[in-house]
């Protein structure tokens, strides 16, 4: 069975998922390829795949040149809410013609021959949007826990405790709550705390880096544009007390999977299931309270779900394809 897995190629959690689900998939067996979907030299390889599945785009014009008939699956990757916003955004601020991420989800829930998400709460969401009959189904997101695992470090970062964050920097899940509720934390934490943020942007440092000067964020932390490699961020994850990743809804994300499988006791708003310490999403303030406590050693940690291996994504996928064939 040939799988082709389209994708950018933007080192996004999307790109890896679809990286790892390649890797995993042929260790099964099945002939797996990741396409990029900027790259139309590589896409003349694929017209013969019995199963196309589109992590961010299925371009239409290649639909009408498949040498066999083929099954599309479609893989639910954002966030419902965030895709509803940035389509808004691109439409206020871009005008006609602007890209629509939204206006694509919903035709995907349609002709599709599959509809796939890794969170229960997005499959509900997904679900409201489809004619009857349709089945959005939800598998288990893993990571390759054979690379991601507790390694020796290669010296603790600064803080005691140290915290750690690198969300990628979207409205859903950016460190604007926690930029705003650090300084009201960091002095009421016993020893000598630090805050590591990577992977802000640069073209976001405008406005982010006035409002850290301003309220003292910048003094207890540090803070980085840099976009770890999988090697380094391991590292990271091995080398902090806390891995600090707050996405709104409590979702959970690869992010915060890579740090649970590395052992680093995580941090998230109320409702990822995987980590250890859930905070209240609402007012700054109630969360720098909430956050004192569990840094402080005061709050017990959760009895979180193990996270799952790439390996059990793969077949999950696998039942799907065989299911359309």
């Known amino acids: 069975m040939k799988?082709?897995?389209?994708?950018?190629?933007?080192r996004s959690g999307m790109h890896r998922v679809a990286e790892s689900l390649v890797k995993a998939e042929c260790a099964l067996g099945l002939q797996s390829v990741m396409v990029n979907i900027h790259e139309r030299t590589q896409f003349d390889d694929v017209l013969d795949a019995d199963v196309h599945v589109s992590h961010t785009h299925f371009p239409d014009d290649v639909r009408r040149r498949l040498t066999k008939p083929a099954k599309v699956v479609w893989v639910g990757h954002g966030t419902p809410e965030?895709?509803?916003q940035s389509s808004v955004e691109e439409g206020l601020n871009k005008g006609y013609g602007h890209g629509d991420g939204w206006m694509l989800v919903q035709h995907w829930l349609q002709p599709a021959d599959a509809c796939v998400t890794f969170w229960p709460r997005h499959q509900a969401i997904w679900q409201s949007l489809c004619d009857r009959g349709r089945t959005v189904h939800c598998v288990p997101l893993g990571v390759d826990k054979t690379f991601w695992t507790p390694t020796p470090s290669r010296g603790k970062f600064a803080g005691s405790p140290s915290l750690f964050t690198g969300?990628?920097?979207?409205?859903?899940?950016?460190?604007?709550?926690?930029?705003?509720?650090?300084?009201?934390v960091y002095p009421q934490v016993n020893g000598n705390p630090s805050l590591h943020c990577t992977y802000l942007p640069t073209d976001q440092h405008r406005w982010f880096f006035p409002l850290i000067n301003r309220n003292g964020t910048a003094y207890g932390s540090h803070i980085s544009p840099l976009a770890f490699e999988h090697v380094d961020l391991r590292n990271a994850f091995c080398s902090v007390d806390y891995f600090i990743g707050l996405v709104?809804?409590?979702d959970f994300n690869r992010l915060s999977l890579e740090a649970n499988a590395c052992g680093t006791k995580t941090i998230s708003y109320r409702g990822n299931p995987y980590a250890d310490f859930w905070l209240t999403e609402g007012d700054q303030r109630d969360i720098a309270q909430e956050l004192?406590?569990?840094l402080n050693g005061d709050v017990a940690p959760r009895q979180k779900l193990g996270v799952p291996d790439i390996e059990e994504t793969a077949k999950a996928m696998l039942g799907i394809y065989e299911g359309l064939l």
């Open 3 to 10: 799988i082709a897995h389209w994708s950018m190629h933007n």
């Open 82 to 84: 965030h895709v509803f």
């Open 167 to 184: 969300e990628n920097c979207h409205f859903i899940k950016w460190p604007l709550d926690l930029f705003i509720l650090w300084p009201w």
């Open 248 to 250: 709104r809804y409590g």
């Open 292 to 294: 004192i406590g569990i």
